[in-house]
């Protein structure tokens, strides 16, 4: 449970820096490939929600996210690299789950630019992911822990 918990949290850590990421590099996107980024379009397409709330709404619904893909990389016993398990969630949604559910066309059809803007920005949230899971692996170890610190390995 505590690995699961985990995971849930540092995915929704390194979905923070993920989405630094992407404000950063959609500002160096071309003009004409500035369209909404693909948490929006999704709240926006399954969601429907006013325009007021959908600044809020797709933020709730990309944490959330991180969050869940997070809990799965703690089920996967870890074991595919954090490096290589961004792209890969990446993958299965823009390539696979999202256009399959009709949400959004595949990555296939939108701009170079874009997709590479996302599988950066998933690079960067694979290895916040890994390295926040094993800081909060070794934090349940030791400061987290019960009994005195000094009787306690160091993490």
Same mark, same amino acid.
């Given at each position: 449970?505590?690995?699961?918990?985990?995971?849930?949290?540092?995915?929704?850590?390194a979905?923070?820096?993920?989405?630094?990421?992407?404000?950063?590099?959609?500002?160096?996107?071309?003009?004409?490939?500035?369209?909404?980024?693909?948490?929006?379009e999704?709240?926006?397409?399954?969601?429907?929600?006013?325009?007021?709330?959908?600044?809020?709404?797709?933020?709730?619904?990309h944490?959330?996210?991180?969050?869940?893909?997070?809990?799965?990389?703690?089920?996967l016993?870890?074991?595919?690299p @954090?490096?290589?398990?961004?792209?890969l969630v990446?993958?299965?949604?823009?390539? @696979?789950?999202?256009?399959?559910?009709?949400?959004?066309?595949?990555?296939?059809?939108?701009?170079?630019?874009?997709?590479?803007?996302?599988?950066?920005?998933?690079?960067?949230?694979?290895?916040?992911?890994?390295?926040?899971?094993?800081?909060?692996?070794k934090a349940?170890?030791?400061?987290?822990?019960?009994?005195?610190?000094?009787d306690?390995?160091?993490?």
């Amino acid at each position: 449970m505590n690995r699961l918990v985990n995971g849930a949290i540092a995915g929704f850590c390194a979905t923070m820096a993920m989405t630094m990421a992407m404000r950063v590099l959609a500002q160096r996107l071309a003009y004409r490939d500035r369209y909404p980024l693909p948490p929006r379009e999704i709240t926006q397409d399954v969601l429907e929600p006013g325009e007021q709330r959908m600044a809020a709404l797709t933020l709730l619904a990309h944490f959330g996210f991180g969050a869940f893909a997070g809990t799965l990389y703690e089920l996967l016993s870890r074991r595919i690299p @954090g490096l290589l398990f961004g792209p890969l969630v990446w993958a299965v949604s823009y390539l @696979g789950w999202v256009p399959l559910s009709r949400i959004l066309t595949p990555a296939t059809r939108h701009p170079a630019e874009r997709n590479l803007l996302m599988i950066a920005v998933h690079l960067v949230w694979g290895v916040c992911l890994a390295l926040g899971t094993r800081e909060l692996d070794k934090a349940s170890r030791s400061i987290f822990a019960a009994g005195r610190l000094e009787d306690r390995q160091k993490g």
